[in-house]
């Protein structure tokens, strides 16, 4: 059974960091690209990030890009969303997800979630 959980979320002041974790199970890590997804409160959901580090590297949303950063650790099936200079409009809540096809660059649909880690940026 695949399993997604995302952990790191929290309430950090305006500028601030914080650094999600996805913990991943029930499938072949390495094989995957693997997403980082957002909803913001009363919005639609907005891809942040994707990553497939041996054959295609990482890609970043315009309203992300120079602030987070994605990795991965294969020895402990994780994703990770370091998240820098952070601001009211990243509030959301941070999903990871799997994509859906084995072996290619992110784009090919995704096919399961975690449930989801709450960000609040405030002062």
């Known amino acids: 059974e695949v399993q997604l959980v995302e952990s790191g979320g929290g309430l950090v002041q305006p500028g601030g960091s914080l650094r999600l974790s996805c913990a991943a199970s029930?499938?072949?890590?390495?094989?995957?690209?693997m997403s980082w997804v957002r909803q913001a409160p009363g919005k639609g959901l907005e891809w942040v990030s994707s990553?497939?580090?041996?054959?295609?590297?990482?890609y970043y949303a315009e309203s992300v890009k120079g602030r987070f950063t994605i990795s991965t650790d294969n020895a402990k099936n994780t994703v990770y969303l370091q998240m820098n200079s952070l601001k009211s409009e990243d509030t959301a809540v941070y999903y990871c997800?799997?994509?859906?096809?084995?072996?290619?660059?992110?784009?090919?649909?995704?096919?399961?979630w975690g449930k989801g880690t709450l960000v609040t940026v405030s002062s």
């Open positions: 997800t799997k994509d859906r096809v084995a072996g290619r660059c992110p784009g090919f649909g995704v096919d399961y």
């Open positions: 029930g499938f072949t890590f390495d094989d995957y690209a």
């Open positions: 990553i497939y580090s041996n054959i295609c590297g990482t």
